[in-house]
T-cell receptor
Framework: LAKTTQPISMDSYEGQEVNITCSHN???????ITWYQQFPSQGPRFIIQ???TKVTNEVASLFIPADRKSSTLSLPRVSLSDTAVYYC??????????FGKGTRLHILP | GAVVSQHPSWVICKSGTSVKIECRSL??????MFWYRQFPKQSLMLMAT?????????EQGVEKDKFLINHASLTLSTLTVTSAHPEDSSFYIC?????????????FGPGTRLTVT
């Protein structure tokens, strides 16, 4: 499973766009990039998944450059309720998930 | 969307006793379920993978005789913490993989907080 590196923590303000970048230099051809969100004392929640270029859903966008060695999760106009830990995961679809340390995002009023 | 439930949501037990945690997929069949534990301020650690009708596969360092996993049906997996000790106090989370169609989505349960006194 490809190892991922993401910032340990980030602060932002309500209404701002937040971009969290994840590095995965050893990504394999059949690996997908998936992001999960976790609130304290809750299970992780799926945010978005992609393989290449750009993926957008009602919650976020995922940007993946051509070399796929990194990816950026973009959260538009964050609110206080977006304060959570965000995990970037890389691996084949359906495979077991090994969580890294994640990014603690703290949204300030 | 697919829902995974866990029961109980929290449990307190005495040292030396055993505790069973249930993980259910409510609206889909889960051929594979995963069990994680999470300590405060830390990431999730995968404990084991269970497939319906077969023995669980444990990650390195996880005691299979202490953490008994039974995946008896396509909608239920159980984790039993045997002879629990205070160091087993943790947040236990399960996830289930939808075995239908081409979906490989994993859905996580809400977690179970175990406190061993």
């Amino acid at each position: 499973l490809a190892k991922t590196t993401q910032p340990i923590s980030m602060d932002s303000y309500e209404g701002q766009e937040v971009n969290i970048t994840c590095s995965h230099n050893n990504i394999a051809t059949n690996d997908y990039i998936t992001w999960y969100q976790q609130f304290p004392s809750q299970g992780p929640r799926f945010i978005i998944q992609g393989y290449k270029t750009k993926v957008t859903n009602e919650v976020a966008s995922l940007f993946i450059p051509a070399d796929r060695k990194s990816s950026t999760l973009s959260l538009p106009r964050v609110s206080l309720s977006d304060t959570a830990v965000y995990y970037c995961l890389v691996g084949p679809r359906g495979d077991k998930i090994i969580f890294g340390k994640g990014t603690r995002l703290h949204i300030l009023p | 969307g697919a829902v995974v439930s866990q029961h109980p949501s929290w449990v307190i037990c005495k040292s030396g006793t055993s505790v069973k945690i249930e993980c259910r997929s409510l609206d889909f069949q889960a051929t594979t379920m995963f069990w994680y534990r999470q300590f405060p301020k830390q990431s999730l650690m995968l404990m084991a993978t269970s497939n319906e009708g077969s023995k669980a596969t444990y990650e390195q360092g996880v005691e299979k005789d202490k953490f008994l996993i039974n995946h008896a049906s396509l909608t239920l997996s159980t984790l039993t913490v045997t002879s629990a000790h205070p160091e087993d106090s943790s947040f236990y989370i399960c996830s289930a993989r939808d075995g239908g169609g081409y979906s490989y989505e994993q859905y996580f349960g809400p977690g179970t907080r175990l406190t061993v006194t």
